[in-house]
Nanobody, 127 residues
Framework: QVQLVESAGGLVEAGGSLRLSCAASGGASSAQTMAWFRQAPGKERAFVAAIRRGDRKTTYAGSVKGRFTISRDNVKNTVFLQMNSLIPEDTAVYYC????????????????????WGQGTQVTVSS
């Protein structure tokens, strides 16, 4: 069983930056694919970014491409989400997710494919 713990989010002004981290434990080396999703009030949980363990292949949602960067430290079993040029529409609860599967690219964005989830952290971007 993999446990995921996200770092604290925060309140940031539009145009600002924020870095989230997610530490995996309890068999963390089996977390082959890790991802970030987010859920805004009244909306479904949506894919943000994902990264594979071995080749570090990444994929992003179109709305964050060029602004967000996902990375991982396999020694520390931690995944990061660097968020730049934040806009109010990025306001949401951000969730870290992991799966034992080394997902193909098209599957990396599917929340149904992740069996482990963090508790979520609030990110608020003020205008």
């Amino acid at each position: 069983q993999v446990q995921l713990v996200e770092s604290a989010g925060g309140l940031v002004e539009a145009g600002g930056s924020l870095r989230l981290s997610c530490a995996a434990s309890g068999g963390a080396s089996s977390a082959q694919t890790m991802a970030w999703f987010r859920q805004a009030p009244g909306k479904e949980r949506a894919f943000v970014a994902a990264i594979r363990r071995g080749d570090r292949k990444t994929t992003y949602a179109g709305s964050v491409k060029g602004r967000f960067t996902i990375s991982r430290d396999n020694v520390k079993n931690t995944v990061f989400l660097q968020m730049n040029s934040l806009i109010p529409e990025d306001t949401a609860v951000y969730y870290c997710a992991a799966t034992r599967a080394s997902c193909i690219l098209s599957a990396m964005s599917q929340k149904e494919g992740y069996e482990f989830w963090g508790q979520g952290t609030q990110v608020t971007v003020s205008s």
